[in-house]
């Protein structure tokens, strides 16, 4: 063995001794604190509960997976929560408007695609950084929401709550909604040549085009995927709460949709991430926000002790990422 | 106690993943002495110079300078210890001044209350350019100056900050004649002001101009010193080599082969103009230019990965009858080999079998990924190029360099297209490697591949070419035939030394 060969092998002991042991923690960490739980808020646990955070962070979870396609190919999607809110309320509107739940499913869904593809044309066509790029479609969907909601809240026809907003056996419409996505999103990302194709994107955009891949086109998708994902979301949200308002997207929805991808192993520099984690990461912020009001604390409080634990989280994470590469 | 020179770097240790990229490197230097370090790309003295310029910081070693130990962690270290490195591409601002570039790291002794003072600073900058007998007024905005000024600019800049060390990296690459012969008058001088004058290339003959005593590096390691007044361009060849090695040499005939791809009026001002060329079955094509002469730029215009101004591209279908193809169609059905590998050629952080099957996702996608069969795939080809890889899950990155290389060819050649492109197939990879590829690109050829190459090594184009075009300012300058492809012509040509007949 020459020297080279001795310090490649020592090198890589290292790491995946270290990648072992990062692992070993985080698991250790992660059932003590669930132990801790149940001895300390055992209602934590009740089925109705924890039925309960499945629905809430369906939607969440929803726009999260659309999330990780633009955040797997490198960009980042700010615009997800108010491209749902929009629509939503766009929906609502020509409902009462129409009387008719299909033209309003049609109108989410046709506002949502409508500025996903501009995402996508602005940031692959014209060039336009996706940060800058959302930012303006978040900025733009804001102001047009309060235009048609003129800040009061538009009820949706019950026709439309029943549809969405049921429990077909014991399942609420909303978790059969997001498992749906969840399956087809994930075989897209990991099985086909399209999600190849995006992970390729978000690993290295130059030499993805050098190999023949049409940069340009599978952006657009990326970003037209994510806006359908909001209108889906938009369809869960409104049915499940009966109306559609400003209140659809408070200012910490948008980035609660990032920090759930963040949390669930993708990176803002892109080439990583699953829609499962997406998932995971909805359900852990979902959970840990519960969990707090379990213990009666306050709105603000939470909003800190989020903060603190995404830190936590997302060091550990890239901490873990650099050990890793070495 | 033997003497000490003024400066002293001993058993430097570098590691890169997979690579040791400075092993037990020892190398001194006195004042007043032009040193040459001579070695084949990926030979480590590339990593020396960027330790000493504090711009990597080595992993074992130490420094001793004036007799001193020192530590030279950042660029800060370095400038403390008066070193100053020229680089290969002039590290310039080039929306500032020329006068302000040299002053850069000292504008602030030009402020006051907050200003910058340009007069006395315009004063001062063309007092140390006509030091070096250059010719540039200093309030020229640097982008509009030539390549052979940036380097003026930074030779200013390293008096300015009175450097004991100079360290040149491969700076001739991208210069013209007159330009060089100024640059070896201004070492030369440097070397009369008693400073140490360190000097990277890969051409011999400036090592023997130039250079008092040369330092050989292979591998990472420092493999011969001699001092040039008795050392033979023989011995250096073989220090630099390493070992006898097998030269590959393309010796078929293609004269009355058909063509398969021919180029019209390719436009992308102001980086290529007016390129008409055809490839012929079989052909290695080569395009030969400077360092920035537009030749990576054609064939990125060819494949509509810049969008050119005009230009119509025909490819041979089928049917044998030459037709016009969008650059989008062309990248799909041809392989492309980039010019940097980490830039554009890998995905870094992805197994070798993602790599490989990259370009060709379609060909592994029945509905869904057939994994199982682009990993049967993927050792296939390592092991048919030789890639040193324990499987195919391998991560890139780990790889050494020539392993690299070789799994970018590995994904070309695996989409069996009948074009090729490849930009220099060979840099950073060493000699044994190097002559792997060729025998590779040859066996392609033979098969009746077309290949359009481009290499900066003249040794390349020499031996794999059977036609090469000359690049200059984007224009193709000139035509050079197989039978008189020679080193000296060109290097005139490219130079605009020589005119030729232009091709049709």
Redesign the interface.
Known sequence: MN??EY??KK??AFSNRKDKNFLLTSVILGVLFLVAIAIAKPQFYAFRNLSSILIQSSAVAIMAAGQIYVMVSGGIDLSIPSVMMLSGCIGAYTMRETENIMLGVLAIMMIAILLGLFNGFSVAKIGINPFVATMITMIFSNGLSLRVTKSTSIPVLPKFTELFGKYYGPFHANIIMMLVCLIILQ?LLT???FG??I??IG??E?????????TGKIKIQVFLISGIMAGLAAIALTARISSSSLSLASDGTSLDVIAAAIVGGASIKG?VGTVLGALIGAFIINGLSNLLVLFGIDYYTIQIIKGAVFIFITWFDTIRANAR?? | MEKRMYFEARNLHKYYPGVHALNNVTIVADKGEVLGIIGINGAGKSTFMNALAGEICIDKGTYYIDGKETIIRNQNDSGKCRIALIHQEAVVFKDMTVAENIFIYNLNKYTKAGRIQYKRLFEDASKYLSMIGADIDPKEIVKNITIGEKQMIEIARALVRDAEIVLFDEPTSSLSLDEKENLFRIIGELKQKNKIVMYITHFIDEIMRICDRTVVMRDGCVTGEFLNEDVTTKELVTGIAGQEVETIVNATDKRDKEIVLKVENLNCYPVVRNVNFAVKKGEILGLWGLLGSGRTEIVRNILALDKPDSGIVYKRNNKGILEKISGHKLLEECAYVTEDRHLDGLFMQMPIWKNISMANLKKFEHFIMDEQKERDYALQMINEMQIKASDENVLVETLSGRNQQKVVMARSIGKNPDIFFIDEPTRGVDINAKSFIHKKIVELAECGCAIVMISSELEENLNLCDRVLIVRNGEIVAEVAKKDISKQKLMDLCQGIREEVKYE
Do not use: L, M
């Open positions: 020297i080279k310090f490649t090198e890589k075989f099985k086909t040549a190849r194709s992970y390729a690993t290295n130059k030499t993805a085009q050098a190999c023949g891949i049409k080439g590469r070495v």
